[in-house]
């Protein structure tokens, strides 16, 4: 896996805002001291840890995460009686007739 998933970035984005400037570093710190299980979204966080690590996070620009903001957004703000991403169950949307 190379690229977040939408609740992985929906963790970085949270932690970012509510770590302001350097969240990057505060960031790897609970990685590496295991306080991320006490964040918001800690599963998210530590998943983005094991699946894409420390590195691919030092390497993610801004303009990556304000682009992947603007993409959650965009997907927040589709009607709620349908899933944005595919039904895993193959069951239908209730409204698809």
């Known amino acids: 896996m190379n690229e977040p998933t939408v609740e992985m970035w929906r963790a970085l984005l949270d932690f970012r805002e509510r770590h302001g400037r350097y969240w990057k570093r505060a960031l790897s710190l609970k990685w590496m001291n295991g306080s991320d299980e006490f964040e918001h979204f800690s599963a998210s966080l530590r998943m983005t840890r094991n699946q894409l690590g420390p590195t691919w996070l030092y390497a993610l620009r801004?303009?990556?995460?304000?682009?992947a903001a603007r993409r959650l957004a965009t997907l927040d703000s589709e009607p709620d009686?349908?899933?944005?991403e595919p039904v895993v169950s193959g069951e239908p949307c209730p409204n698809d007739h």
């Open 81 to 84: 009686n349908c899933p944005a």
């Open 62 to 67: 801004p303009a990556a995460l304000d682009a």
